[in-house]
Every structure is written in C-alpha cells, then in structure tokens.
DNA sequence: ACAATAGTTTAGTAATGACTAAATTAATGA
DNA sequence: TCATTAATTTAGTCATTACTAAACTATTGT
C-alpha cells in the first residue's frame, strides 16, 4: 500500500482518476481532459497509477485505453477499516473505565509531595 | 484531504499513528518507541498530522500527549466510499449492456474500409 | 516506404520533503 | 535563580518528484 498512498497523494493522480471513474479513457482523452499539462507529464501519472496497481491499460490500435482498477484500492480500504476497529477499541476502553469506578480516569495525576 | 493523504503518505507518520492506535503517548514515548529517528524529526511528523488533523495533542506539565483522532480519517474514508460507488454503478452499466443485446460491447469497432 | 497520429521515454530543472544537529522555548524542582 | 527534563523550531543537506521540451517508438493510412 505504499504504492498506492503515494500515488494518491498527489493531486493530478487524483484528478486522472476521477476522470476514469465512468468508463476507461485513452490517454489522449485524459491529456485533453486535464488541460494545462503536457502529454508526457500525463503519461508520466499514468505509468505510476499503473505500477500501484489502481489502473490497467489496453492497447487499442494507436490508442492506449486506460480504467480503474478496483482491486486497487482494497489494501487502503482494509488499513483504514483496521484503523476505524481500533477507534472502535478504544471507545469501548473508555466506556469500561468509566464504568469501573473513577469519573475521568483519563490522566494519571502526579503526587505532589511539597506544599508551600 | 489534500493534506489527510499527504500526511499519510509518509511511512514515519503511519507507523506513529499505528503506535497511537490503543492510548494516547507523550512525544518522548512516541520517540523511543520509533527508534533511529531524531526527537526533532518525530516532532515535526506530528505537527505535520496534527496539522490534518489526525492528531490531537494534550499538554500535561513538560509533555505533551498525542492521539489519533477518528474523524480525521473521514474525508479519505467518504472519498474511498465515493470511488467504491462509481465501481458498482461501472459493474452494473456493464450488466446491463450485456443484457441489452451485443455479447461485449465494451470497445467500439472501427470501421475497416480497405483489405489486403 | 513515408507521413501522420498516439504515446512513452529521457534529460534536465525547480520545488518539496524527510532528515540531522543545534538553538530555543516551557515547565518543574532544587 | 539555576539546572534539568521535555519538546519545538530553525538552518542546512540530500533525495524525491512533478513538470517541460524534445527525442524516440509504435501503429495506421496512403
């Protein structure tokens, strides 16, 4: 999943994605789509879209269609449902000590032995 | 969640969010228990994720306790959902182009005038 | 074979980012 | 007040990365 966030992490990579959320797109629709960047930057995204997994690509004559990959993006949803278990976990900890006597036993005071 | 997937990106900070996962740590704790990396360097990871508000932190005489914080996760999560969408309405397009007729009509043919 | 079209690859640049060491701030204790 | 502990901030380095322009590869039509 390194792959992946790092793909994701950048704004256009997310941009060529949403693109292909309906249908796959050649590469050229994408370039044209984008606008404002050049063939070989677009090309560039796609290639690493491509190696993490979360597009696959098809040749088609002269044109190279590209289309989400699904599969792609499982490693991040599983990481994330693990993260929200243990958001989970933590809320049920906090409910048992709240339970088992102390109000807010959240912070353990230190014991002050001086007294002015 | 520009700055959520940023934030995620890099492996340091998602092992100190894994290292958050059960109770909330001084940065002291969240230093030794990362090992090899300067105090310096954890600090800064942890203005960058609080920053995204994956983190909130408590201060407490000298420390300064961290903890994940849940709803930070949510804009890449509804993100994840949104994608997941477009991946079953994709599934269901094609279930029903199959239905209406052409075997696979994925890929439009183009029309070949000339031959050999 | 040649020109045109569609895309990839490469070389180079500027910006960003993770890191370290050292300076700095904040709170406590003597 | 001064020393200690806990953490942040700063200055600088090295690696990565997003981009462009230009060279290259592949496919098709004539």
Redesign the interface.
């Known amino acids: 999943m390194?792959m992946v966030?790092?793909a994701?992490?950048a704004?256009r990579r997310r941009e060529i994605?949403r693109f292909l959320?309906?249908?796959e797109r050649s590469a050229g629709e994408i370039h044209r789509a984008l606008g404002g960047v050049t063939f070989g930057a677009v090309s560039q995204h796609l290639a690493v879209l491509e190696h993490a997994g979360l597009v696959s690509a098809r040749r088609?004559?002269r044109s190279r269609f590209y289309a989400?990959r699904?599969e792609g993006?499982r490693p991040?949803?599983e990481w994330?449902d693990e993260?929200?278990s243990?958001?989970l976990?933590?809320l049920k900890?906090a409910a048992e000590a709240e339970e088992a006597g102390a109000p807010r036993p959240r912070?353990v005071r230190?014991n002050r032995r001086s007294k002015p």
Chains 1, 2 share one sequence.
């Open positions: 390194e966030l790092q994701l992490a704004p994605l959320r309906r249908r088609e004559g989400t699904d993006l991040l949803r994330l993260m929200w243990d958001a976990d933590r900890d912070v230190k």
